[in-house]
Nanobody, 122 residues
């Protein structure tokens, strides 16, 4: 049974930083692409960042230069370092995994976490 558990969300002032973590179990972690999505109230869910099994990363334009996705295969963990946070980054952030990166791009990964709330105050 696949399980993805996020942590690290919280309330931060604009300009601050947070690091999200997602620990995976029940999958061959190194063989999966991993991604972070977010969804704000009244908005569509968007893929913020993803990292392939080989370590290739992609980012949404809205977070380029501010967010960094990374993975530690020894710990079955994917991270999202978020710097220079803005109020518009406020959302529920979800971790996701799939063996194919394109499924993350399509918003159709096999596995989802429960989400962790990030709130950025102005």
């Amino acid at each position: 049974q696949v399980r993805l558990v996020e942590s690290g969300g919280g309330l931060v002032q604009a300009g601050g930083s947070l690091r999200l973590s997602c620990v995976a179990s029940g999958i061959i972690f190194s063989g999966n692409a991993l991604g972070w999505y977010r969804q704000a109230p009244g908005k569509q869910r968007e893929l913020v960042a993803r990292i392939s099994g080989g370590g290739t990363t992609n980012y949404a334009d809205s977070v380029k230069g501010r967010f960094t996705i990374s993975r530690d295969n020894a710990k079955n963990t994917v991270y999202l370092q978020m710097n220079s946070l803005r109020p518009e980054d406020t959302a529920l952030y979800y971790c996701a995994a799939d063996r194919q990166s394109r499924n993350l791009d399509r918003g159709l990964p096999n596995s989802w976490g429960q989400g962790t709330q990030v709130t950025v105050s102005s």
